[in-house]
C-alpha cells in the first residue's frame, strides 16, 4: 500500500506518469469517469481549504466515487480527545482512500503509520503540500513545455509556505533548474532545504529580497502569501504582508513568456489588475490541480480504464 506525504515518496518516473495520465484524463474525460466506481474517498481536514478539498472532492467524483469526511476538527471526534492516530483507524473502515490536512507537521505521517488505506498529504503546518506540487508540476508543464532549463522565482514567505518546500523538492531533481528566492530575510526558506536538497545536488540559487532586481531573469514567478496563521505575533505579520506586491508596472521587465503561478488563495501580493495578463496561469492552475488528484487517486488505488 502507497501513501504520498512527501513528494519525494514518488519517483522523477512516477512523477511523469502522474502528469501522463492528467493529461489522458483531460484528453478524455469518460474513459476514466467510472475507474473509481463503488470507492470512497475520505476528507479528514483539521485545516482551512477551499481549493484542495473542494478539488480532491471533484476528482472523486469525477471518478465515479464517492466522499465523505469533515472540513474542520471542531466537527470531527478531534473536539472529544480524539488522537489524529485513532481516527485514521476508524476512518480506514468506512474509506478506501484518505486525504488529510493538519495544522502539525508530520500529522499525515503519523497517521499513515496507523491507516489501513493510503493516505495523502493535503498540507501539513508548515511542512509540506505534496499534492499543490503535482499542480504545479502539471501547470509549468502545460504552460512551458518543459520542466527542464527554467530559472523559478519564488517569491514571498518561503520559511512557513508549505506549497514552496515541496515544490522546491520536486524541481531540484530536473536537469537544468536554477532557483531565485525571493524574500525578506526572516522569511527565507529553512536551511535544511539548503543542506539536504540543494546543496547536495549542486542545483544554483541565490537569496534576494527584491523581486525587481530577479524579474528579468526569470521563466516562472511562484508568488506565496504571508502565512498569518504560522506566525508567532500579528505585530511581525502586520510588518512583512505587503512586503511584495505584483502588479503590471512591475512585469515590465518580465520575460514575454513567463508563467506566473500562485497556489491560492492570494490575500493582496497580487494585484487583480494582473489577472488579465496572458501570462498570469493561477486560475488555470486551479483546473490542473484536479486533473492530477484524478491522476494520484486513480494511481493510489492501482486502477485504471
Ligand atoms: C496553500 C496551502 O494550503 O498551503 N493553499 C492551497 O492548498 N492551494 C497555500 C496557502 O494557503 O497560502
Redesign the pocket.
Known amino acids: 500500500m502507497r501513501h504520498l506525504i512527501d513528494i519525494r515518496d514518488l519517483t522523477a518516473e512516477e512523477i511523469d506518469r502522474l502528469l501522463d495520465d492528467a493529461r489522458d484524463i483531460m484528453a478524455r474525460p469518460e474513459a476514466w469517469s467510472r475507474v473509481c466506481q463503488g470507492k470512497k474517498l475520505a476528507t479528514l481536514f483539521y485545516e482551512p ?1 477551499t ?2 478539498r473542494l478539488s480532491f472532492e471533484a476528482a472523486m467524483y469525477e471518478l465515479g466515487g464517492n466522499v465523505l469526511g469533515f472540513s474542520a476538527a471542531g466537527e470531527s471526534s478531534a473536539a472529544k480527545g480524539e488522537t489524529v492516530s485513532d481516527t485514521v483507524r476508524v476512518v480506514s473502515c468506512y474509506a478506501d482512500i484518505i486525504a488529510m ?1 493538519h495544522p502539525r507537521e508530520g500529522a499525515p505521517l503519523a497517521a499513515a503509520r496507523k491507516s489501513g488505506v493510503p493516505v495523502i498529504n493535503a ?1 501539513d503546518g508548515g511542512h509540506n ?1 505534496p499534492t ?1 506540487t503535482l499542480t504545479d508540476l502539471l501547470t509549468i508543464q502545460q504552460e512551458k513545455g518543459r520542466l527542464t532549463n527554467l530559472t523559478v522565482g519564488l517569491c514571498g514567505d518561503l520559511k512557513f ?3 514552496v518546500h515541496s515544490l522546491l523538492c520536486a524541481m531540484a531533481r530536473y536537469e537544468g533548474i536554477r532557483f531565485v528566492l525571493i524574500s525578506p530575510e526572516e522569511l527565507r526558506i529553512p536551511q535544511y532545504l539548503c543542506t539536504d536538497v540543494l546543496d547536495p545536488a549542486g542545483i544554483p540559487y541565490r537569496q534576494t529580497a527584491s523581486l525587481e532586481e530577479a524579474m528579468p531573469d526569470l521563466d516562472i514567478l511562484y508568488m ?2 504571508v ?1 498569518r496563521e504560522r506566525f508567532f505575533n500579528e505585530a511581525d505579520y502586520v510588518r512583512l504582508k505587503d512586503s511584495y506586491v505584483l502588479t503590471p508596472e512591475k512585469l515590465r521587465t518580465a520575460k514575454t513568456d513567463l508563467a506566473i503561478l500562485h ?3 492570494r490575500v493582496s501580493e497580487i494585484s487583480p489588475a494582473v489577472d488579465d495578463d496572458p501570462r498570469a496561469c493561477y486560475f488555470r492552475q486551479v483546473l490542473y490541480g484536479k486533473f492530477v488528484r484524478m491522476a494520484l487517486i486513480s494511481m493510489l488505488l492501482e486502477v485504471h480504464p
Request: aromatic content about 0%.
Open positions: 481549504s481549493r484542495t490536512r498540507g503540500h499543490q509556505g508549505r506549497t506565496t502569501r502565512q497556489p491560492l488563495p
